[in-house]
């Protein structure tokens, strides 16, 4: 909504300063401009009116950018408006607005945001090769069982194994269950070798734009929330963190890069033949290497303990035709587990695990007891549950 209004107030002022063009070239009687305008001055006044408009088209076609030539116009317009301001001050107004617009776009894109913070973690890693050799079924073998099983299902198999990778996000998100829906959309960066995350979010709460950088790499990792881009919410960094970014790290490796769960920089340690447990030496902590139960292959087999079923991998189940309790529209939101019910839904929730933990821990809301019916539909608080059913199919499905 504020964009938008942003966006009419821009082509407005944008067109009115045609206005001064118009009548210092002599193309309209203008009777409410009353002081005279020399052709030199009109044609600053159609560079304004044209800057402004390109302006507008640019928040559009180049939102990165587009406040470099906002700041142009805004000079130029306020330069004319001052030439000639006893008819044209009220257009400083509309500079005021367009202002905050420029102020905001330089603390969101500029030098000094987090998304140039972003760009530049990032930039070594687009000079890494995205993949390598065709993993094998000889590299499976020094997995533990659930991790072999996993990848094998996964379709990794036959596939370049990947050395780093990129991701797009749409969606939202909340704080917890009674709070509001933000929608959001973000991209990411992981470099597997290393191994580096590094996660950019643009969310609204409130009507209000905030954003967020997740960043992992050899120093630990970091989490900073900005208001507007300019007011810092959150500041964090330290061994806890760290841990917990590790769990996301294997998080993404499961979902969106299971080939690179053979890397050599994990150390596996099965548990039993339906959990496993892997550590990263490169992922160093105060306390030594961070540690974790794998999410998804856990949550995959402890789902089979708990008796839901493991089909083979199929197609992907038709969207539901009944209702949907939990007021999912969106293509990701698929019929719930088990198969058997077919109630509408998303997934259940991705437990969490906890450092040196054997199993991960279960949200209460989210896993069905096995003598109970399954629940009707269950939000996902893992933005990896967002991606795109047909593109990133699920193991097992």
Not at 5 to 28: S, T
Request: net charge positive; charged share 15%; proline share 11%.
């Amino acid at each position: 909504m504020i964009r938008t209004v942003f966006l009419i107030v821009v082509l407005a002022h944008g067109l009115i300063h045609l206005l001064g063009f118009a009548k210092a070239f002599g193309h309209a009687d203008l009777p409410q401009l009353t002081q005279p305008i020399p052709r030199g001055r009109g044609l600053l006044w159609l560079t304004a009116g044209l800057l402004m408009l390109a302006t507008a088209a640019s928040l559009l076609v180049w939102p990165r950018g587009w406040w470099l030539l906002g700041a142009l116009a805004l000079v130029i317009s306020q330069v004319v408006i001052l030439s000639s301001w006893r008819d044209a001050k009220a257009g400083t107004v509309a500079n005021l607005v367009l202002l905050a617009g420029v102020l905001y776009g330089l603390a969101s894109e500029g030098p000094w945001s987090l998304r140039a913070d972003y760009e530049r973690s990032t930039r070594p890693s687009r000079a890494v090769a995205s993949a390598e050799a065709v993993l094998t079924e000889a590299d499976l073998a020094a997995l533990p069982e659930p991790v072999r099983r996993y990848v094998r299902q996964s379709g990794a198999l036959g596939q370049p194994r990947p050395r780093s990778f990129r991701a797009t996000w749409t969606g939202r998100i909340r704080s917890s269950p009674s709070a509001s829906w933000m929608a959001f959309t973000a991209e990411q960066e992981n470099r597997l070798d290393l191994p580096r995350r590094h996660f950019l979010m643009d969310a609204s709460m409130k009507g209000l734009p905030v954003s967020v950088l997740h960043a992992f790499d050899e120093r630990g990792a970091t989490m900073r929330v900005r208001l507007l881009s300019l007011a810092s919410m959150v500041d964090a960094k330290g061994a806890e963190l760290t841990r917990a970014e590790t769990v996301t790290l294997f998080n993404d490796l499961c979902i969106l890069a299971p080939g690179a769960l053979t890397s050599p920089l994990i150390a596996w340690e099965p548990i039993d033949g339906r959990q496993a447990r892997a550590s990263s030496p490169s992922v160093a902590t105060p306390s030594g290497p961070s540690c974790g139960s794998t999410t998804w292959a856990s949550w995959w087999t402890s789902a089979r303990m708990i008796g839901w079923p493991a089909p083979p991998m199929a197609a992907p189940s038709p969207p539901c035709t009944g209702p949907r309790p939990c007021g999912t529209t969106r293509k990701w939101a698929r019929c719930a587990w088990p198969p058997t019910g077919r109630r509408c839904g998303i997934r259940p929730r991705v437990p969490t695990p906890t450092a040196n933990s054997s199993s991960p821990r279960w949200p209460t809301t989210s896993v069905p007891d096995p003598g109970r019916a399954p629940p009707r539909c269950v939000q996902a608080r893992h933005p990896a549950i967002l991606v795109p059913w047909r593109r990133h199919p699920w193991p097992g499905r």
